[in-house]
């Protein structure tokens, strides 16, 4: 049954019925008010009450933002989770969800590319904007009559996967000026990464208690001791020897982290100057050597080299040392072949050695 009020503002019709929740709108002509009121029964009799609702139009992605920001986004591993939704919420957060169109997050990813963010960071933004509409429509029970816009507009192309691996004597220059480097524990990490395939978060989470230097293994785990990338609590790897003598040359610290630094956003930006100047100071080294010995320098020498690329380094070899694809991914934590190959870049010249 419609009730309908004369306000300053119009005419205000609220739709009851036993059962359903009650849905109200305000017209600014009567009439308008009484056509909306019939429009609604219809839907009732058909069923189709929540289409008439348009809570879609009344909640701001905003607050959406807001609530999955305290109810999904501390159980993501990712630090960067609740960065692309305060992202998302900066560009949106003041639209209702029926007003925010397939176009306008189409325009906003082409404003984001012509800014010069990578396509695969658009696409990390694109991917938390869909989140909060699939957020608002299953666990808030709020229907989106035009759907997730997200998912009406083309991606990003991605940028072709990195294959840069250390070539010729980088390893050896790396090696030589981290050790010269005023920051403890760098060597150290250089030769895990390239000895355990870790990542860079797994490698800054080790603790003292996860490694047995008798077996020869370490538990790796993610972020704050939680799960891996890969759900898994935690992954063992074996350490080799060089593994093993550089844990070994580690004093141990009070507070159990075989690293000072810890996997947070912050530390995790030290450690990038930390390795940033390792890397500069490598090629100032490369570079003085070739002046001295009246060489030519080879401009790609530790050009667009990061860290990452040492976890595809030592994935690599990995089977270049004849392991097995399983013994591999043990190592490497990747769940699906696909993943593993994309870190694999095994050198040609090792293969013809092998075919003989």
């Known amino acids: 049954m419609a009730y309908f009020e004369q306000r300053g503002t119009g005419w205000s019709v609220q739709v009851?019925?036993?059962?359903?929740?009650?849905?109200?709108?305000?017209?600014?002509?009567?009439?308008?008010?009484e056509a909306w009121a019939r429009e609604v029964e219809r839907e009732?009799?058909?069923?189709?009450?929540?289409?008439?609702?348009?809570?879609?139009?009344?909640?701001?992605l905003g607050e959406v933002a807001d609530i999955y920001m305290v109810a999904v986004v501390p159980l993501r591993r990712s630090h960067s989770a609740g960065t692309h939704i305060r992202f998302a919420k900066e560009r949106f957060g003041k639209f209702f969800l029926a007003n925010i169109r397939s176009v306008d997050v189409a325009a906003w990813r082409d404003e984001l590319l012509r800014a010069g963010y990578a396509p695969q960071s658009v696409i990390h933004q694109l991917?938390?904007?869909?989140?909060?509409?699939?957020?608002?429509?299953?666990?808030?029970?709020?229907?989106?009559?035009a759907g997730n816009p997200v998912k009406a507009i083309r991606k990003p192309a991605k940028t072709p996967p990195r294959?840069?691996?250390?070539?010729?004597?980088?390893?050896?220059?790396?090696?030589?000026?981290?050790?010269?480097?005023?920051?403890?524990?760098?060597?150290?990490?250089?030769?895990?990464?390239?000895?355990t395939s870790a990542r860079l978060s797994e490698l800054l989470s080790m603790k003292w208690k996860d490694i047995d230097l008798q077996r020869r293994t370490v538990k790796l785990r993610g972020v704050g001791g939680r799960v891996t990338k890969n759900d898994d609590p935690f992954r063992v790897v074996a350490l080799s020897s060089a593994a093993i003598n550089a844990l070994q040359s580690m004093p141990r610290r009070l507070d159990?982290?075989?690293?000072?630094?810890?996997?947070?956003?912050?530390?995790?930006?030290?450690?990038?100057?930390?390795?940033?100047?390792?890397?500069?100071?490598?090629?100032?080294?490369?570079?003085?050597?070739?002046?001295?010995?009246?060489v030519e320098p080879d401009p790609a020498f530790l050009h667009d080299l990061h860290f990452h690329d040492l976890r595809h380094e030592a994935t690599s070899r990995l089977f270049e040392?004849?392991?097995?694809?399983?013994?591999?991914?043990?190592?490497?934590?990747?769940?699906?072949?696909?993943?593993?190959?994309?870190?694999?870049?095994?050198?040609?010249?090792?293969?013809?050695?092998?075919?003989?």
């Open 16 to 33: 009851r019925r036993k059962g359903a929740p009650s849905i109200s709108r305000t017209f600014d002509l009567k009439t308008d008010a």
């Open 44 to 60: 009732h009799q058909r069923g189709n009450v929540m289409a008439m609702r348009n809570d879609a139009g009344k909640v701001t």
């Open 127 to 145: 991917n938390a904007l869909s989140a909060l509409f699939s957020h608002a429509e299953k666990e808030m029970s709020i229907p989106l009559p």
């Open 163 to 195: 294959e840069r691996r250390l070539v010729g004597l980088e390893y050896d220059y790396l090696m030589r000026a981290a050790t010269a480097a005023q920051a403890p524990g760098l060597h150290q990490a250089l030769v895990l990464a390239v000895e």
């Open 256 to 294: 159990g982290k075989v690293f000072s630094w810890c996997p947070t956003p912050a530390k995790v930006a030290t450690f990038q100057k930390a390795w940033q100047r390792c890397r500069a100071r490598a090629l100032r080294f490369y570079l003085a050597d070739c002046a001295r010995d009246g």
């Open 321 to 356: 040392k004849n392991l097995g694809i399983m013994e591999v991914a043990s190592m490497t934590g990747h769940k699906s072949l696909a993943s593993l190959k994309r870190y694999t870049h095994i050198e040609a010249e090792k293969l013809a050695a092998k075919l003989g």
